[in-house]
């Protein structure tokens, strides 16, 4: 049996204490998802799992709770999964392996983070940012101390990420109308995007080394659902099959690089060179990860991100990989035709890439 995404939709990404900031998980999500159902032609009572990422909450099955509060019936217990940047790109997949193994004739997978509801973390005591993604300190380094090191390793200095930056905005500012969006307390665009130059890119803040306040993407808030169906659900309306997905473990100290390796498998799965792609939605954490991507994977930057990236709206973690799929259902269905693919790192050395095509 195959599995194929008929709706797809998000909140607009809004940096950490920006306008979705007042907005709960639920208040986030469950708006998102009866929007994708009712694109979908679907009923609540239709939907046999919800399955969520989220990465930085509070716990206690998020999933489960997204599910009452959009009305869904009690029945769909809800699955909440966590593995950082790449779980909502992760629910996507599996909800299209429940699918298509007969499990389920309709679920809805993506992911949710509000940056500016994060509970404070404690370790022996005293308050943490990141939290530990392998058993071994030294290979489990700092995000931003990773990507500067990659960056050196591979002869990617701080001009072309910041090109890249300014490139990321240009695309998104380009853009007329976000009919993927649903607007939530007035907010039906990416707040973050703004008009950038070399020289406002100069004077960015140095994090460290040549990562700055421009070429890493911000903290965000936001919500990012698809709804995948069995192919009786799927007729006669605009959908895209689940040709392909792969998520892989790589080197803990060098996470950035680990996309290269799940997006061979993924095109390998589809059949598809990287030359056969229409569209690449890759994340951009920070530029030189998503730079180091594009190069290692073959991919045409022509073609990665046409609409901006990560850097044009912020990194609402548990979601960022579901924003990616969202964004790639929305111009594939548009453009009529030709696969894609969505591809994301994740800390601790993690790669998931997923191909979608008509």
């Known amino acids: 049996m195959r599995a194929f995404v008929t709706a797809a939709r998000r909140t607009a990404v809004a940096p950490r204490g920006g306008g979705l900031a007042a907005l709960g998980i639920e208040a986030l999500a469950a708006p998102v998802v009866l929007a994708l159902l009712a694109d979908a032609g679907l009923e609540p009572g239709q939907v046999g799992e919800l399955i969520c990422s989220e990465a930085i909450g509070l716990g206690g099955n998020p999933a489960r709770r997204i599910a009452l509060a959009a009305g869904l019936p009690e029945r769909v217990a809800g699955l909440s999964i966590d593995r950082q940047c790449a779980g909502g790109l992760d629910a996507i997949a ?27 973390r404690l370790r022996d005591g005293v308050p943490y940012d990141q939290a530990p993604f392998t058993p071994w300190p030294e290979r489990d380094p700092d ?4 990507a500067d090191l990659l960056g050196r390793r591979l002869g990617i200095g701080r001009a072309e990420q910041d090109a890249w930056a300014v490139e990321s905005h240009l695309r998104a500012l380009a853009v007329r109308g976000w009919p993927e969006i649903v607007a ?6 990416d707040s973050f995007t703004r008009g950038l130059s070399p020289a406002t890119t100069a004077r960015a803040p140095v994090i460290t080394g040549t990562i700055t306040a421009a070429n890493a993407a911000v903290a965000a808030d936001a919500a990012a659902f698809a709804v995948v169906v069995a192919p009786p659900l799927a007729r006669g309306r605009p959908a895209l ?4 997905a792969a998520t892989l473990g790589g080197d803990p100290a060098e996470p950035g690089l680990a996309p290269v390796a799940a997006i061979s498998a993924a095109l390998g799965e589809a059949g598809l060179s990287a030359a056969e792609l229409v569209q690449a939605e890759v994340m951009e954490a920070y530029a030189v990860q998503a730079i180091a991507c594009v190069h290692g994977a ?5 073609r990665v991100n046409p609409k901006g ?6 990194h609402p973690i548990g979601a960022s990989g579901a924003v990616l799929a969202v964004r790639l259902f929305h111009d594939l269905t548009g453009a009529g035709g030709g696969a894609g693919l969505a591809a ?12 979608l095509a008509p």
Not at 184 to 189: P, S
Not at 298 to 302: I, V
């Open 94 to 120: 599996l909800a299209a392996a429940l699918v298509a193994a007969g499990r389920a004739q309709v679920v809805v997978a993506g992911g949710v983070e509000s940056h500016s509801r994060r509970p404070q």
């Open 143 to 146: 995000m931003a101390l990773a």
């Open 298 to 302: 073959g991919l045409d930057p022509a």
């Open 184 to 189: 939530l307390d007035g907010l039906g665009r």
């Open 344 to 355: 994301i790192a994740a800390a601790g050395g993690i790669g998931s890439a997923l191909v």
């Open 309 to 314: 990236g990560g850097l044009a709206r912020g």
């Open 241 to 244: 099959r689940v040709r392909a």
